[in-house]
């Protein structure tokens, strides 16, 4: 998927006004280990839990791609233009 800077500020807008104040409950990942063989991610998947229990605090946008700050201290980077998928 091909996504352009307008875009991403639109998302990020979009993901502000319905996600602020919301907690993780539950992290899944799926289709990964191609990104961990090329360094891409944590290689210790069960790192990604760390997510769970966390409030989203703000969404920004860089660039093409999403930083989602959440309370517990944790910057969780997306990136759309790489096959990120977000569901809600």
């Known amino acids: 998927m091909s996504i352009e800077l307008p875009e991403i500020?639109?998302?990020a807008k979009?993901?502000?006004e319905e996600l602020i104040g919301n907690k993780i409950i539950k992290c899944t990942m799926q289709n990964y280990?191609?990104?961990q063989k090329i360094k891409c991610i944590d290689p210790d998947i069960?790192?990604?839990q760390l997510l769970v229990g966390g409030?989203?605090?703000e969404i920004s946008s860089?660039?093409?791609s999403l930083t989602m700050h959440l309370s517990n201290g944790?910057?969780?980077l997306l990136c759309p233009e790489y096959g990120g998928e977000?569901?809600?």
Do not use: A, P
Request: glycine share 4%; no cysteine; net charge negative.
């Open 62 to 64: 860089i660039g093409l």
């Open 46 to 48: 069960e790192d990604y």
């Open 14 to 16: 979009q993901m502000n």
């Open 74 to 76: 944790i910057k969780l």
């Open 33 to 35: 280990e191609k990104f």
């Open 9 to 11: 500020k639109i998302l």
């Open 55 to 57: 409030t989203i605090e």
């Open 86 to 88: 977000f569901f809600y």
